[in-house]
Nanobody, 124 residues
Framework: QVQLVESGGGLVQAGGSLRLSCAAS????????MGWFRQAPGKEREFVAAITSSGANSYYADSVKGRFTISRDNAKNTVYLQMNSLKPEDTAVYLC?????????????????WGQGTQVTVAS
């Protein structure tokens, strides 16, 4: 069982930056694939970024590539999402998710544990 708690969301102007954090419970964090997803009202949950258990490989949705950076600190049981050059279309609830895996999954259906989400609002 893993518990995830996101933080760092807020209201920013277009072009601004935020850094989201996801703190995970447990002592097996290093073995888990970590992903960020987002969900806007009326839309399905969308993959944003993921990082493999070792941190060696990162994956991004085309919509955020070059603007967002995912990282993890296994010693702190924490994964981060640095979001730069934010756009109004980035507005959504951002959720952290994880699955015990040493490889990458994109579909939210593949992830086993989810945080509660943190709201990111980008104003134009």
């Amino acid at each position: 069982q893993v518990q995830l708690v996101e933080s760092g969301g807020g209201l920013v102007q277009a072009g601004g930056s935020l850094r989201l954090s996801c703190a995970a419970s447990g002592r097996t964090f290093s073995g888990y694939l970590m992903g960020w997803f987002r969900q806007a009202p009326g839309k399905e949950r969308e993959f944003v970024a993921a990082i493999t258990s070792s941190g060696a490989n990162s994956y991004y949705a085309d919509s955020v590539k070059g603007r967002f950076t995912i990282s993890r600190d296994n010693a702190k049981n924490t994964v981060y999402l640095q979001m730069n050059s934010l756009k109004p279309e980035d507005t959504a609830v951002y959720l952290c998710a994880t699955k015990y895996a040493h490889y990458f999954f994109q579909s939210p259906a593949r992830y086993d544990y989810w945080g509660q989400g943190t709201q990111v609002t980008v104003a134009s």
